[in-house]
């Protein structure tokens, strides 16, 4: 009776835009930069890069409710597919004109412009996942788009080093163009439900429960009604949903904030930190820097497949799985700080990749179980919104925090704030009890 269930045609067609997408942005990145630093010959104009990308996508993670309430998701996805693939064309020419005389300002703006378009794309794909596939099939779900993004980051900052080098920084943004049309196209055969064809939401999960009591069927018997956006009361009343989800419902407000401390101490990880690690505390020359960015991807593609493979174990067991991949990731990183061994620290990072998986993976899930099909758009938009915000302060603390105490204390700091967000978990379990009770009756 436990037949698997298939997902739907859509969802691999998410995947496969997503991976292209990805796929794109990091070579067209390397290749932006690497154009940029050449003109100037200036890292900090090279910095600028990664900064209007992560500022463009807070400002559009701010409306991106909005437009996620107005428009189907799958039809705002090829919108912004289509956006972005113009946006590059534009750029792309543009750097091929022009060469060296190419304007920075204008350079700044064309991404700014097509990050402010990707930064929908996150919370739409996360909306569209538990609307594309079955309950109990969301876990593996996850899991798999989980794989699917590590696969593309290790082997997209690998690949794209690589290419800049042989082809130079031109035909590699040629390249990412070409991913982003291919990208647009899976996008255009991806097909939202009508209606509720699978029991993916809170809401379907929770009903025959709350149905006994004779009361609507809403998770954590609360609900907000979404309203169309038809005022400019309604618009505020929409920009704001996803954030009164936040700070009213105590699982949600737990699992943001352990997103946020994630976010806030992932930071560590970023290449300048792990560069200085490198040096200072390992002894090494740049190659490790790339050892260790490789056998932490390696470990997340890792933990990806663990989740997949143990779906059926972990269906219902969200939360405490989640629990488990904090406790042993924040004890793991604390090592870390202290080793001096490279070998040892890679096999560190090694283990560190499968249960930071297997925390992000389960901690995603049990987001979107927590509110219905209708409230989860607003919710991933606060939520992206947060995340992006976290980062961009994060970078700047991170970096102060490093300059003055070293870069072994910075590590030591990220492992004990891992520790903080698991005994946040641990206080706040009673809020996710009867939420697993319920999953394991769905």
Same mark, same amino acid.
């Given at each position: 009776?436990?037949?698997?269930?298939?997902?739907?045609?859509?969802?691999?067609?998410?995947?496969?835009?997503?991976?292209?997408?990805? #796929?794109?942005?990091?070579?067209?990145?390397?290749?932006?930069?690497?154009?940029?630093?050449?003109?100037?010959?200036?890292?900090?104009?090279?910095?600028?890069?990664?900064?209007?990308?992560?500022?463009?996508?807070?400002?559009?993670?701010?409306?991106?409710?909005?437009?996620?309430?107005?428009?189907?998701?799958?039809?705002?996805?090829?919108?912004? $597919?289509?956006?972005?693939?113009?946006?590059?064309?534009?750029?792309?020419?543009?750097?091929?004109?022009?060469?060296?005389? !190419?304007?920075?300002?204008?350079?700044?703006?064309?991404?700014? !412009?097509?990050?402010?378009?990707?930064?929908?794309?996150?919370?739409?794909?996360?909306?569209?996942?538990?609307?594309?596939?079955?309950?109990?099939?969301?876990?593996? !779900?996850?899991?798999?788009?989980?794989?699917?993004?590590?696969?593309?980051?290790?082997? @997209?900052?690998?690949?794209?080093?690589?290419?800049?080098?042989?082809?130079? =920084?031109?035909?590699?943004?040629?390249?990412?163009?070409?991913?982003? &049309?291919?990208?647009?196209?899976?996008?255009?055969?991806?097909?939202?439900?009508?209606?509720?064809?699978?029991?993916?939401?809170?809401?379907?999960?929770?009903?025959?429960?709350? =149905?006994?009591?004779?009361?609507? =069927?809403?998770?954590?018997?609360?609900?907000?009604?979404?309203?169309?956006?038809?005022?400019?009361?309604?618009?505020?009343?929409?920009?704001?949903? @996803?954030?009164?989800?936040?700070?009213?419902?105590?699982?949600?407000?737990?699992?943001?904030?352990?997103?946020?401390?994630?976010?806030?101490? @992932?930071?560590?990880?970023?290449?300048?930190?792990?560069? =200085?690690?490198?040096?200072?505390?390992?002894? $090494?020359?740049?190659?490790?820097?790339?050892?260790?960015?490789?056998?932490?991807? #390696?470990?997340?593609?890792? @933990?990806?497949?663990?989740?997949?493979?143990? +779906?059926?174990?972990?269906?219902?067991?969200?939360?405490? &799985?989640?629990?488990?991949?904090?406790?042993?990731?924040?004890?793991?990183?604390?090592?870390?700080? +202290?080793?001096?061994?490279?070998?040892?620290?890679?096999?560190? +990072?090694? !283990?560190?990749?499968?249960?930071?998986?297997?925390?992000?993976?389960?901690?995603?899930?049990?987001?979107?179980?927590?509110?219905?099909?209708?409230?989860?758009?607003?919710?991933?938009?606060?939520?992206?919104?947060?995340?992006?915000?976290?980062?961009?302060?994060?970078?700047?603390?991170?970096?102060?925090?490093?300059?003055?105490?070293?870069?072994?204390?910075?590590?030591?700091?990220?492992?004990?704030?891992? +520790?903080?967000?698991?005994?946040?978990?641990?206080?706040?379990?009673?809020?996710?009890?009867?939420?697993?009770?319920?999953?394991?009756?769905?």
């Amino acid at each position: 009776m436990n037949k698997p269930i298939r997902l739907h045609p859509s969802f691999y067609y998410l995947i496969g835009t997503q991976t292209l997408s990805n #796929a794109a942005d990091i070579i067209y990145i390397m290749g932006i930069v690497s154009l940029v630093m050449a003109g100037t010959d200036s890292i900090l104009a090279g910095v600028f890069v990664p900064f209007f990308r992560s500022s463009s996508q807070l400002l559009s993670g701010l409306v991106a409710s909005l437009m996620l309430v107005r428009f189907r998701l799958a039809r705002l996805l090829l919108f912004c $597919q289509f956006g972005q693939f113009v946006i590059f064309a534009v750029l792309a020419l543009y750097l091929w004109v022009s060469r060296e005389q !190419a304007s920075l300002p204008l350079i700044f703006t064309l991404i700014f !412009a097509m990050s402010f378009l990707d930064g929908w794309t996150t919370p739409a794909r996360n909306s569209l996942v538990p609307r594309l596939v079955h309950r109990d099939e969301l876990l593996r !779900a996850n899991g798999m788009v989980s794989v699917s993004d590590q696969i593309i980051r290790c082997a @997209g900052w690998a690949m794209g080093g690589i290419l800049v080098a042989w082809i130079g =920084a031109l035909p590699t943004l040629m390249l990412a163009g070409i991913f982003y &049309a291919v990208a647009m196209v899976f996008t255009a055969f991806i097909r939202e439900p009508q209606t509720a064809e699978v029991e993916n939401s809170a809401n379907a999960v929770d009903a025959p429960v709350i =149905a006994q009591r004779g009361e609507a =069927a809403a998770p954590d018997d609360e609900q907000i009604a979404p309203a169309p956006a038809s005022s400019e009361r309604e618009y505020i009343k929409t920009l704001t949903e @996803g954030w009164q989800l936040i700070w009213r419902k105590p699982k949600i407000r737990t699992l943001i904030f352990m997103d946020m401390v994630d976010m806030l101490g @992932g930071s560590v990880w970023v290449g300048a930190f792990i560069l =200085a690690f490198v040096v200072q505390v390992l002894h $090494q020359g740049e190659e490790w820097w790339g050892f260790i960015n490789t056998a932490y991807f #390696a470990g997340a593609i890792g @933990g990806g497949l663990l989740v997949v493979g143990l +779906v059926r174990w972990l269906n219902g067991r969200e939360f405490r &799985a989640m629990l488990l991949g904090i406790g042993i990731y924040s004890i793991l990183t604390l090592v870390f700080a +202290v080793t001096t061994n490279p070998y040892i620290s890679l096999l560190l +990072v090694v !283990a560190m990749g499968p249960v930071a998986e297997l925390a992000a993976v389960n901690r995603r899930t049990l987001l979107q179980l927590s509110v219905t099909r209708e409230q989860l758009p607003k919710l991933l938009s606060a939520q992206d919104a947060t995340l992006n915000f976290t980062f961009c302060i994060s970078l700047l603390i991170m970096g102060w925090i490093a300059e003055q105490f070293g870069i072994v204390n910075l590590y030591l700091l990220a492992g004990i704030m891992s +520790v903080c967000a698991l005994v946040v978990g641990l206080l706040s379990r009673s809020a996710f009890r009867q939420k697993e009770t319920i999953s394991h009756h769905g």
